[in-house]
Nanobody, 125 residues
Framework: QVQLVESGGGSVQAGGSLRLSCAASAYATSNYCMGWFRQVPGNEREGVTTISRYGTTMYADSVKGRFTISKDNAKGTLYLQLDSLKPEDTAMYYC???????????????????WGKGTLVTISS
């Protein structure tokens, strides 16, 4: 069982930045595929980005060049830096873990068995 706890959400104006954190475990961040997903009520969950055990990253086209995923294995923490935020980035952001060393090419939530409870990001125009 992997416990994931997100933090860092909040309300900012368009163009601003936030950094989300996901407290996991050193074992999880060092060995698993980790990812960030987001969901707006009434919409399907959207894959944002993933990072493999080896540091290989993937991003959804909608966030490329604006969001950056990273991890600190010693701290067992996953991060998501959100820059140049847009109102359409408003969503609940979830951290997820997949107990394999690599991530699949498609950002698919069904590949991740472990989830946090989410942190809310609200962007005003």
């Amino acid at each position: 069982q992997v416990q994931l706890v997100e933090s860092g959400g909040g309300s900012v104006q368009a163009g601003g930045s936030l950094r989300l954190s996901c407290a996991a475990s050193a074992y999880a961040t060092s060995n698993y595929c980790m990812g960030w997903f987001r969901q707006v009520p009434g919409n399907e969950r959207e894959g944002v980005t993933t990072i493999s055990r080896y540091g290989t990253t993937m991003y959804a086209d909608s966030v490329k060049g604006r969001f950056t995923i990273s991890k600190d294995n010693a701290k067992g923490t996953l991060y998501l830096q959100l820059d140049s935020l847009k109102p359409e980035d408003t969503a609940m952001y979830y951290c997820a873990a997949r107990p394999w060393d690599t991530c699949v090419v498609v950002l698919r939530g069904s590949d991740f068995p472990y989830w946090g409870k989410g942190t809310l990001v609200t962007i005003s125009s």
